[in-house]
């Protein structure tokens, strides 16, 4: 059974930061693209980052370059998203899912993050 597993939400000031992780079990991790979706509160989904099957390429919302670093351990079957100087329109549920082809097939139940003073 594919699972997707978010953890390191939580409540951060502003100007903080925060990485989030995904353990991935019941597949080949490295037989996968994986990307970081996130959905603020009363807003649709909005993809966020991708990391290709060995970590060597990844990619960005326009709005998350340079503060946003997406990385993965393969080793550890894991996926990770570093958030640096949050800010509070970073507020959100954000989803660690799978790629398949054009579509994105297993989702993770979300890591809520919420910046605040």
């Known amino acids: 059974e594919v699972q997707l597993v978010e953890s390191g939400g939580g409540l951060v000031q502003p100007g903080g930061s925060l990485r989030l992780s995904c353990a991935a079990s019941?597949?080949?991790?490295?037989?996968?693209?994986m990307n970081w979706v996130r959905q603020a509160p009363g807003k649709g989904l909005e993809w966020v980052s991708a990391?290709?099957?060995?970590?060597?390429?990844?990619a960005y919302a326009e709005s998350m370059k340079g503060r946003f670093t997406v990385s993965r351990d393969n080793a550890k079957n894991t996926l990770y998203l570093q958030i640096n100087i949050l800010k509070t329109e970073d507020t959100a549920v954000y989803y660690c899912?799978?790629?398949?082809?054009?579509?994105?097939?297993?989702w993770g139940k979300g890591s809520l993050v919420t910046v605040s003073s």
């Open positions: 990391i290709s099957r060995s970590g060597g390429t990844t």
């Open positions: 899912t799978r790629a398949n082809y054009y579509t994105m097939d297993y």
């Open positions: 019941g597949f080949t991790f490295d037989d996968y693209t």
